[in-house]
């Protein structure tokens, strides 16, 4: 079915009840004169009826210009008659309509009663008056005599030529129709010129002869005698000349251009052909009855019972063109030929075919040497029109107009007839086209098979699946289509843009991104068309897709991704991103590279963090996580988040962090992962198909398979780059610290690139733009407690302490900061001596320092005990400045992490170590440790436990003692 505003055209219009019949497969497209003349095995076929004739029968304007001269010669006396040609070739290839013209020549005049009554006969009368002038032409042409030369039945039969053998004596046995005295009378004569002349006057009437298919009575007699073939052409010399010389006398001679015809001569027979070519340029002029342009209608007039009503038509154009706007238009139909409008128009010409379908026939099609016209359109449009006419009544999805990709391959009748139509000439080459079609897109005896029908069948949940159900199939159609013959000036196969539009439906639920989803699964290398190939456009011109039944490199390709192994997909995934990430305002980029033979358990990508390297002073470092074993979402991601909590020290398994705040995780999203992993198979694959002799000896190959792999790395990157969407963080909550995350949304967003990351982390609070960090910002995230502390743990926790935002240029942002607000009077710097200490310019602050304070200044007063007015201060005279002692160098420090299970139970050796080590560390608070962070679980008795819960509440310090 198929769902619009316009009526479908399977209820608009309806086939010819022969057409549905034969279910689309109409065996009486190659018409007969023989068969209308003198009727065949099971009588006279339909042909001989003028009105049926007359029905099916497009009046193309060449067909009607050859009849009306023909009756003008017949029907009009002296001058007139004179005025038009007597000697007609018609030598259009197989399958251009030259029998099916030469039969309605007969019904002009051997029933021209009848034959006028239909539109064809009328259009034929009108334009042989306006031809004769003034004259009149007399009443049924004067009874003309008709006398068919059958020549594609070259043998004489006693039915309908009684005693007569050769062809002069044929012709005078059917054109006395049987009188045998006159027959014998001029039968002698032959083939003097002046005879055949005679016998022509003495019949009384106009004469018209039609000659059908004489190349294959001349193959027949240069066969069966040299001498009776030269004795044939002395008759047929002679009564081309003649007709020319007898009033009201004309013939129409069917003989297929020389360069058309592929025919097998004998010697006698090469000549006589070059004999008759004379002849015929000489005395005749050639002529068709149909041309390219003609296919439409004459489709239409053979196929279906009628036009279809013109509002149909224009509703249905109104329709399709509403929907081909934005970025169809710019992407897809503003590439293709043909563009400039007038769509309606065509629309309600080539109705219900698409115009893109009818142009392919009629500009492309037809200028194939062995493509039969006429004939193999109707058998290939009937198939079609009849599969889809199917589909449609049985309420199944059927498309607004029938176009390139729209020709039903799963019907054996439409792809046998289109293999058939002569477009492929080399049966080597059909074979495997069968096999192709069936392959890669649909199998006529397994409709469940074939790489396109396939793609369409596991498409589920994009919302237009039942609006395009066959849209990969539509898509591969096209392709097979437009790659079974050369293009226009020289070319291959199709664009994309004509393959997209091959997949187009009126509806805005399919767009264009959708039908570009589509063509990348038919690229896919392993589940695509293995038969898919590719040019590069040259200078303006776009790249060309084609079917190739050579050995291809989409099958190479194929080929090499079948060995491409899991962990080589994955491990490729992985490197993109650390090759691919960027610090921006990051100090580094840090990745966590994981090796492991199966997956590993939470535990172990813990453990991986933990010896990463992840933990370093003062730096911002953007770490990037090892995709093959961290993904988040999906409903797949609890590992990932609790190994990346554990690394910022959360949780009950948390990892000994000092420097969490400042570290922020790249993590890739689950399900564009998938897609990552799929692609990178790819790339694996074609840079190995790159590698392989038979491609680098193939120049032509080389270069495509160059171009398609550095495509697909690019791609590629892309992909990865737009797979790590995910940001993990460490936070200040209200209920203390949180990891925090961010989900990149935009296609140009991503978590490997630092810049990007650092623009989110300043929109969620988490980072200083650059500047940023000035005297007002800083005196706004100090706290109460900040008073009085070291300057270097005042630097430290803007890297420890996730309330503080992240400085892009790190220490020299807070001492820029720093030094302002010491110069307006916001903070002073004072040393162990609780001495304030004059700060001339930035690089006097120590940020290192743990002597130097900061301290708030004190206020004064501003009352004035003496009511007097203020002091004077006189300036003193500017000198140079005093010597700038050189701040003190700065102490290097260094951070002790430790970690021990240890059974106490009974050795006391180890009891005494542990208490030599916690004695080493009270010693340690006692002297110059600047900062303690400390977890510490100890099991031991009641009264332990007492002391140990009373001298942590003395320190102040967060401790909890639970019954085991």
Same mark, same amino acid.
């Given at each position: 079915?198929?769902?619009?505003?316009?009526?479908?055209?399977?209820?608009?219009?309806?086939?010819?009840?022969?057409?549905?019949?034969?279910?689309? @497969?109409?065996?009486?497209?190659?018409?007969?004169?023989?068969?209308?003349?003198?009727?065949?095995?099971?009588?006279?076929?339909?042909?001989?009826?003028?009105?049926?004739?007359?029905?099916?029968?497009?009046?193309?304007?060449?067909?009607?210009?050859?009849?009306?001269?023909?009756?003008?010669?017949?029907?009009?006396? *002296?001058?007139?008659?004179?005025?038009?040609?007597?000697?007609?070739?018609?030598?259009?290839?197989?399958?251009?309509?030259?029998?099916?013209?030469?039969?309605?020549?007969?019904?002009?005049?051997? @029933?021209?009663?009848?034959?006028?009554?239909?539109? +064809?006969?009328?259009?034929?009368?009108?334009?042989?008056?306006? %031809?004769?002038?003034?004259? #009149? +032409?007399?009443?049924?042409?004067?009874?003309?005599?008709?006398?068919?030369?059958?020549?594609? @039945?070259?043998?004489?039969?006693?039915?309908?030529?009684?005693?007569?053998?050769?062809?002069?004596?044929?012709?005078?046995?059917?054109?006395?129709?049987?009188?045998?005295?006159?027959?014998?009378?001029?039968?002698?004569?032959?083939?003097?010129?002046?005879? %055949?002349?005679?016998?022509?006057?003495?019949?009384?009437?106009?004469?018209?002869?039609?000659?059908?298919? %004489?190349?294959?009575?001349?193959?027949?007699?240069?066969?069966?005698?040299?001498?009776?073939?030269?004795?044939?052409?002395?008759?047929?010399?002679?009564?081309?000349?003649?007709?020319?010389?007898?009033?009201?006398?004309?013939?129409?001679?069917?003989?297929?251009?020389?360069?058309?015809?592929?025919?097998?001569?004998?010697?006698?027979?090469?000549?006589?052909?070059?004999?008759?070519?004379?002849?015929?340029?000489?005395?005749?002029? /050639?002529?068709?009855?149909?041309?390219?342009?003609?296919?439409?209608?004459?489709?239409?007039?053979?196929?279906?019972?009628?036009?279809?009503?013109?509002?149909?038509?224009?509703?249905?154009?109104?329709?399709?063109?509403?929907?081909?706007?934005?970025?169809?238009?710019?992407?897809?139909?503003?590439?293709?030929?043909?563009?400039?409008?007038?769509?309606?128009?065509?629309?309600?010409?080539?109705?219900?075919?698409?115009?893109?379908?009818?142009?392919?026939?009629?500009?492309?099609?037809?200028?194939?040497?062995?493509?039969?016209?006429?004939?193999?359109?109707?058998?290939?449009?009937?198939?079609?029109?009849?599969?889809?006419?199917?589909?449609?009544?049985?309420?199944?999805?059927?498309?607004?107009?029938?176009?390139?990709?729209?020709?039903?391959?799963?019907?054996?009748?439409?792809?046998?007839?289109?293999?058939?139509?002569? +477009?492929?000439?080399?049966?080597?080459?059909?074979?495997?086209?069968?096999?192709?079609?069936?392959?890669?897109?649909?199998?006529?005896?397994?409709?469940?098979?074939?790489?396109?029908?396939?793609?369409?069948?596991?498409?589920?949940?994009?919302?237009?699946?039942?609006?395009?159900?066959?849209?990969?199939?539509?898509?591969?159609?096209?392709?097979?289509?437009?790659?079974?013959?050369?293009?226009?000036?020289?070319?291959?196969?199709? #664009?994309?843009?004509?393959?997209?539009?091959?997949?187009?439906?009126?509806?805005?639920?399919?767009?264009?991104?959708? /039908?570009?989803?589509?063509?990348?699964?038919?690229?896919?290398?392993?589940?695509?068309?293995?038969?898919?190939?590719?040019?590069? !456009?040259?200078?303006?011109?776009?790249?060309?897709?084609?079917?190739?039944?050579?050995?291809?490199?989409?099958?190479?390709?194929?080929?090499?991704?079948?060995?491409?192994?899991?962990?080589?997909?994955?491990?490729?995934?992985?490197?993109?991103?650390?090759?691919?990430?960027?610090?921006?305002?990051?100090?580094? &980029? +840090?990745?966590?590279?994981?090796?492991?033979?199966?997956?590993?358990?939470?535990?172990?990508?813990?453990?991986?963090?933990?010896?990463?390297?992840?933990?370093?002073?003062?730096?911002?470092?953007?770490?990037?996580?090892?995709?093959?074993?961290?993904?988040?979402?999906?409903?797949?991601?609890?590992? #990932?988040?609790?190994?990346?909590?554990? *690394?910022?020290?959360?949780?009950?398994?948390?990892?000994?962090?000092?420097?969490?705040?400042?570290?922020?995780?790249?993590?890739?999203?689950?399900?564009?992962?998938?897609?990552?992993?799929?692609?990178?198979?790819?790339?694996?694959?074609?840079?190995?198909?790159?590698?392989?002799?038979?491609?680098?000896?193939?120049?032509?190959?080389?270069?495509?398979?160059? !171009?398609?792999?550095?495509?697909?790395?690019?791609?590629?990157?892309?992909?990865?780059?737009? *797979?790590?969407?995910?940001?993990?963080?460490?936070?200040?909550?209200?209920?203390?610290?949180?990891?925090?995350?961010?989900?990149?949304?935009?296609?140009?967003?991503?978590?490997?690139?630092?810049?990007?990351?650092?623009?989110?982390?300043?929109?969620?609070?988490?980072?200083?733009?650059?500047?940023?960090?000035?005297?007002?910002?800083?005196?706004?995230?100090?706290?109460?407690?900040?008073?009085?502390?070291?300057?270097?743990?005042?630097?430290?926790?803007?890297?420890?302490?996730?309330?503080?935002?992240?400085?892009?240029?790190?220490?020299?942002?807070?001492?820029? *900061?720093?030094?302002?607000?010491?110069?307006?009077?916001? %903070?002073?710097?004072?040393?162990?001596?609780?001495?304030?200490?004059?700060?001339?310019?930035? !690089?006097?602050?120590?940020?290192?320092? #743990?002597?130097?304070?900061?301290?708030?200044?004190?206020?004064?007063?501003?009352?004035?005990?003496?009511?007097?007015?203020?002091?004077?201060?006189?300036?003193?005279?500017?000198?140079?400045?005093?010597? &700038?002692?050189?701040?003190?160098?700065?102490?290097?420090?260094?951070?002790?992490?430790?970690?021990?299970?240890?059974?106490?139970?009974?050795?006391?050796?180890?009891?005494?170590?542990?208490?030599?080590?916690?004695?080493?560390?009270?010693?340690?608070?006692?002297?110059?440790?600047?900062?303690?962070?400390?977890?510490?679980?100890?099991?031991?008795?009641?009264?332990?436990?007492?002391?140990?819960?009373?001298?942590?509440?003395?320190?102040?310090?967060?401790?909890?003692?639970?019954?085991?």
């Amino acid at each position: 079915m198929t769902t619009s505003g316009a009526t479908p055209w399977w209820q608009a219009i309806k086939l010819r009840p022969e057409v549905e019949a034969a279910r689309g @497969n109409i065996d009486d497209v190659q018409a007969s004169l023989h068969d209308a003349v003198f009727g065949g095995a099971s009588g006279r076929s339909q042909y001989a009826d003028p009105t049926y004739y007359g029905q099916i029968t497009y009046p193309t304007g060449s067909l009607v210009d050859l009849m009306a001269k023909i009756a003008v010669r017949l029907g009009a006396k *002296a001058e007139p008659s004179k005025r038009v040609r007597a000697l007609w070739r018609l030598d259009q290839a197989m399958g251009g309509g030259k029998s099916h013209g030469l039969i309605g020549l007969w019904h002009l005049a051997n @029933n021209p009663s009848h034959f006028a009554a239909t539109d +064809l006969g009328a259009a034929v009368l009108v334009q042989a008056k306006e %031809i004769a002038g003034s004259e #009149t +032409l007399a009443p049924d042409l004067g009874g003309p005599r008709c006398v068919v030369l059958d020549c594609d @039945n070259p043998a004489p039969r006693e039915a309908h030529d009684g005693p007569a053998r050769t062809l002069g004596e044929r012709f005078l046995w059917r054109l006395f129709e049987g009188a045998y005295k006159k027959y014998e009378h001029y039968k002698g004569q032959l083939p003097n010129k002046e005879a %055949i002349e005679a016998a022509l006057s003495d019949i009384g009437r106009p004469v018209l002869i039609l000659i059908d298919e %004489i190349m294959d009575y001349i193959r027949w007699v240069s066969n069966q005698s040299e001498q009776r073939a030269l004795d044939d052409m002395a008759f047929l010399r002679a009564l081309l000349d003649a007709v020319n010389d007898v009033d009201n006398c004309a013939a129409v001679v069917v003989m297929i251009a020389s360069e058309k015809d592929r025919i097998a001569l004998n010697e006698t027979g090469a000549k006589c052909r070059a004999e008759l070519e004379d002849l015929l340029i000489r005395n005749g002029e /050639a002529t068709t009855v149909t041309s390219g342009g003609d296919f439409a209608d004459i489709i239409r007039r053979r196929l279906f019972d009628g036009p279809p009503p013109s509002e149909v038509t224009d509703r249905c154009a109104e329709w399709i063109t509403s929907e081909m706007q934005s970025r169809w238009t710019e992407h897809v139909f503003g590439k293709l030929p043909h563009s400039d409008g007038g769509f309606a128009e065509a629309v309600g010409r080539c109705y219900p075919f698409h115009p893109s379908l009818i142009d392919l026939a009629e500009n492309e099609w037809s200028q194939q040497a062995g493509f039969q016209r006429v004939r193999s359109t109707l058998q290939v449009f009937a198939a079609t029109a009849y599969e889809q006419l199917q589909r449609g009544q049985a309420g199944e999805w059927a498309p607004a107009l029938i176009g390139p990709g729209d020709l039903p391959m799963s019907s054996r009748e439409v792809r046998d007839a289109l293999l058939d139509s002569g +477009l492929v000439s080399d049966q080597r080459t059909q074979s495997s086209l069968r096999e192709i079609c069936a392959g890669n897109i649909v199998d006529p005896d397994h409709l469940d098979r074939g790489a396109a029908r396939l793609a369409d069948l596991r498409r589920s949940s994009t919302g237009w699946e039942q609006l395009n159900p066959r849209a990969a199939e539509r898509m591969a159609t096209a392709l097979f289509v437009y790659s079974l013959s050369p293009r226009p000036q020289g070319r291959r196969g199709a #664009t994309e843009a004509e393959l997209l539009a091959a997949s187009f439906v009126p509806s805005n639920a399919f767009g264009y991104g959708d /039908a570009e989803v589509v063509w990348q699964e038919l690229c896919h290398p392993t589940d695509g068309l293995a038969a898919v190939d590719s040019t590069a !456009g040259s200078g303006k011109q776009p790249k060309r897709w084609h079917i190739e039944t050579r050995q291809t490199l989409n099958m190479l390709v194929r080929r090499e991704r079948e060995a491409v192994t899991d962990a080589e997909r994955d491990e490729r995934v992985s490197r993109a991103a650390f090759e691919g990430a960027n610090s921006g305002p990051f100090d580094a &980029v +840090l990745p966590v590279d994981g090796e492991f033979d199966v997956a590993p358990e939470t535990a172990e990508l813990r453990e991986l963090l933990g010896s990463a390297g992840i933990d370093q002073a003062r730096k911002c470092r953007l770490v990037v996580l090892d995709s093959r074993w961290f993904s988040l979402l999906n409903g797949v991601d609890a590992a #990932t988040r609790l190994a990346a909590e554990a *690394a910022m020290g959360l949780g009950t398994e948390a990892l000994p962090m000092t420097w969490a705040s400042s570290a922020v995780f790249a993590v890739i999203n689950t399900q564009s992962r998938r897609q990552a992993r799929n692609l990178a198979a790819d790339v694996i694959a074609w840079e190995r198909t790159l590698a392989l002799a038979a491609v680098q000896q193939d120049a032509e190959m080389s270069k495509s398979a160059g !171009g398609q792999s550095r495509e697909t790395q690019r791609r590629f990157g892309s992909l990865v780059n737009k *797979a790590y969407a995910h940001v993990l963080y460490l936070a200040e909550g209200p209920d203390g610290r949180v990891m925090r995350d961010i989900r990149f949304q935009s296609e140009n967003q991503s978590a490997l690139d630092g810049s990007v990351v650092w623009s989110a982390l300043q929109e969620a609070g988490k980072a200083f733009a650059a500047g940023d960090l000035d005297r007002q910002a800083l005196m706004h995230n100090l706290r109460t407690n900040d008073w009085n502390r070291p300057l270097c743990e005042i630097r430290d926790d803007f890297w420890k302490a996730p309330r503080l935002p992240l400085l892009p240029g790190g220490e020299g942002d807070l001492r820029r *900061a720093l030094f302002e607000a010491v110069s307006g009077g916001d %903070i002073e710097i004072v040393d162990s001596g609780d001495q304030v200490r004059q700060v001339a310019n930035e !690089g006097h602050l120590n940020l290192g320092s #743990t002597d130097l304070r900061i301290r708030q200044p004190a206020q004064e007063s501003t009352d004035d005990p003496d009511g007097g007015d203020p002091p004077v201060v006189i300036d003193p005279p500017v000198g140079p400045d005093p010597p &700038v002692d050189p701040p003190p160098p700065e102490r290097t420090e260094f951070r002790v992490s430790a970690s021990v299970t240890q059974s106490l139970r009974d050795d006391s050796s180890p009891r005494d170590a542990v208490r030599q080590f916690l004695l080493a560390v009270a010693n340690a608070v006692d002297d110059d440790a600047v900062h303690v962070q400390m977890s510490l679980s100890i099991t031991a008795g009641a009264a332990t436990k007492d002391k140990l819960v009373a001298a942590a509440q003395t320190a102040e310090i967060n401790c909890v003692a639970a019954e085991l």
